[in-house]
């Protein structure tokens, strides 16, 4: 599967930002999707994740209460809102697909990965 994010941005300190991946090649509901992010001189984090169905979210606990992933399986999408979002918060983000059925918080399970949007949130 090919995955392409975007909608990353400039953005204030308490602002919003709504992150779209679109998927294509093989069945998207197949795979259970994650968000990870990578800022400057740090390791790539996971950020959130959501079953093939959609049923079932996992957040990192930076993100929790701010962040909101969803998927639309009839579009091949998946989608991070990003809600009062903090300079921390700045970072390239990526999409990324996995066949497993759980939420998986490491990188290295999952299979395919989109080319990442960049994120600047200004104090």
């Known amino acids: 599967v090919q995955l392409q994010a975007f909608g990353g941005g400039l953005v204030q300190a308490g602002g919003s930002l709504r992150l779209s991946c679109v998927a294509s090649g093989r069945t998207f509901s197949d795979y259970t999707m994650g968000w990870f992010r990578q800022a400057p001189g740090k390791e790539r984090e996971f950020v959130a994740g959501i079953s093939r169905s959609g049923m079932r979210t996992y957040y990192a606990d930076s993100v929790k209460g701010r962040f909101t992933i969803a998927r639309d399986n009839a579009k091949n999408m998946v989608y991070l809102q990003m809600n009062n979002l903090r300079p921390e918060d700045t970072a390239l983000y990526s999409c990324?697909?996995?066949?497993?059925?759980?939420?998986?918080?490491?990188?290295?399970?999952?299979?395919?990965w989109g080319q990442g949007t960049l994120v600047t949130v200004s104090s």
């Open positions: 990324a697909a996995d066949l497993n059925l759980s939420i998986m918080t490491r990188s290295d399970p999952y299979d395919y």
